[in-house]
């Protein structure tokens, strides 16, 4: 196409775009492998048309299975140039879960690495939508009864015959989440979708191509697959890495002059901690830190913001099946620290009572998500997929019914300011003594103790109360840790009816694969699920 009459409209479009403007540019980065915007688009062109003479049809499913990788980041532009769909697939999940998400979303093909493919082989014959493999990486490659391709080999086709095919509103990847119960589910993101939550996101923290970004959360999480996604837009570099320790993060953001990084609770935890040599060193360079999938403590909060004075915190809310949907910016946090803010732009967000309201200020409803970042839904699941995708409740219906909201199933209360406050989960609610109580609010004050790192709570059957909280924490050190000292703690900061009746101590607590506390695992540990 020529180039006065290019147009983005594709997820592939943002990569090539900066690949136009920024040829010789760093793109990517991995280890001692550091490629250019040029070198990662032929090679993704390239994987494009292997793909395409191997047999993939536009609309098919492809699993991507790796950690960290350049292949990784290469398949994923690379399945999407192709026509097909894109599946990122945790590189720490077991086999029996690839094998979950790879037979409900009718997996076509799979690209991994010669590792992740040994661990799967006795699986294949399970996976009858399976056709062909694409094998990365050195070494000997597994024996599988499958037709299999070499990465390497694909990446170098030609791309004589590349075109490009669909549209905005086709389907451009599937995420799978866990949920309450159940298994996880696929959650269906557009061309469109993903294009939205680049361009939005890269708006409200200012991202331009000067941007070194550090990439240390998984692209089956939608929040990692972003951070790939507005890099390659705006033209910035992105670096990637796995790590063990909270120091190897510390360590590359000095090494790679850093200055942008995404987490998670559990990440900033580690990295306020002590041993991360965190507050040892200066980051001059660090512009922003985003935190998101739950609420950052606020002891976290205030170690970071001391350890980094130049950088600016913004907090985050989000659902994989919307996106993001609010955000903190960051001169907000002095006033309102435990706010998740307000809508991110081109959004707009209700809080709704449970006779289809809205809440006023100070009233505790759902919240609810209108906006270009709204997923096509469940893969596999209409049923689902209407309970949480419904018309907007608040328009005609000859326009409510083509405007989906998403029923997020999270409890939020707003200020007079308008500033959201998170409140918890529908499904995680308890119930003791005729209140209802926030497992966060009390996960909160067991942090602030000091005693402890991390801190989850859910509710337990009791004959008298309903439901009694039972916390599971991590000790901060490796004294012993007095729960009874710890629970006296809490009686002098909250009402005696949402102090913990009891305390499971934990060396560290379960985590889901994006790093997550793991509240199901929590609860069938108690025989509740």
């Known amino acids: 196409m020529p180039e006065n009459l290019a147009m983005d409209f594709l997820t592939h479009h943002m990569f090539r775009a900066s690949a136009r403007r920024f040829p010789d540019k760093e793109a990517l980065v991995h280890g001692e492998e550091r490629l250019t915007y040029k070198e990662v688009a032929d090679r993704t062109s390239g994987l494009a048309c292997g793909l395409k003479s191997a047999g993939l049809q536009a609309g098919d499913r492809v699993g991507i299975y790796f950690d960290a990788s350049v292949a990784q980041v290469v398949s994923i532009f690379g399945v999407s140039q192709a026509g097909g769909v894109f599946v990122p697939i945790n590189g720490q999940l077991f086999p029996e879960q690839v094998t979950h998400i790879a037979k409900d979303c009718r997996m076509k093909a799979l690209i991994a690495g010669k590792t992740k493919l040994a661990s799967l082989t006795e699986v294949f014959k399970e996976i009858p939508s399976l056709e062909f493999l694409v094998v990365a990486g050195e070494g000997e490659s597994p024996a599988v009864a499958l037709p299999a391709h070499v990465f390497e080999e694909l990446c170098g086709s030609s791309t004589e015959q590349l075109h490009d095919v669909g549209t905005e ?94 987490g998670v609770p559990t990440v900033w935890s580690m990295l306020a901690h002590p041993a991360s040599t965190l507050q040892r060193h200066a980051f001059p360079r660090l512009r922003y830190i985003t935190n998101t999938g739950g609420a950052m ?111 997020s199933g999270d409890l939020v209360r707003m200020d007079e300011e308008g500033f959201l406050y998170f409140v918890g989960r529908r499904d995680n609610m308890i119930k003791s003594s005729g209140f209802r109580i926030s497992p966060t609010e009390v996960e909160e004050v067991l942090l602030q103790s000091g005693k402890v790192r991390e801190a989850a709570v859910i509710g337990v059957p009791d004959e008298v109360l ?46 889901t694969p994006t790093g997550k506390i793991d509240y199901p695992e929590l609860r069938r540990r108690e025989g509740l699920a």
């Not at 009233?363 to 995708?389: D, I, K, N």
């Open 169 to 262: 509103k086709d389907l451009a990847a599937i995420l799978y989440t866990s949920g309450s119960t159940g298994k996880p589910k696929g959650v269906m993101l557009s061309h469109a979708n993903l294009m939205a939550g680049s361009s939005i996101v890269s708006t409200y923290l200012g991202i331009t191509d000067a941007e070194r970004i550090l990439a240390v959360l998984p692209f089956s999480f939608d929040a990692g697959l972003n951070q790939l996604m507005t890099a390659f837009q705006q033209g910035a570099t992105l670096v990637l890495m796995t790590f063990v320790f909270a120091m190897e993060i510390v360590q590359m953001m000095l090494k790679e002059r850093i200055t942008a990084l995404a």
């Open 466 to 511: 309903g439901q009694a909280i039972k916390a599971f924490v991590a000790p901060q050190s490796a004294e012993p840790l007095d729960s009874a000292a710890l629970l006296d703690f809490c009686a002098e900061k909250m009402p005696r009816y949402m102090v913990p009746k009891s305390v499971a101590v934990l060396d560290a607590l379960p985590k």
């Open 297 to 407: 403590p606020q002891s976290v909060l205030a170690t970071l913001r001391k350890a980094l004075p130049t950088t600016k915190i913004f907090l985050m809310y989000g659902l994989t099946e919307a996106f993001r949907s609010t955000y903190l910016p960051s001169e907000e946090l002095d006033r309102r620290p435990t706010s998740m803010g307000k809508a991110i732009p081109n959004t707009e967000i209700l809080v709704i009572d449970d006779r289809g309201r809205r809440c006023r200020p100070g009233e505790v409803g759902e919240l609810v998500h209108h906006g270009p970042t709204v997923s096509l839904g469940y893969w596999g699941q209409p049923e689902l997929t209407g309970r949480v995708l419904k018309p907007h409740p608040f328009l005609p219906p000859e326009v409510g019914e083509g405007e989906k909201v998403c029923y």
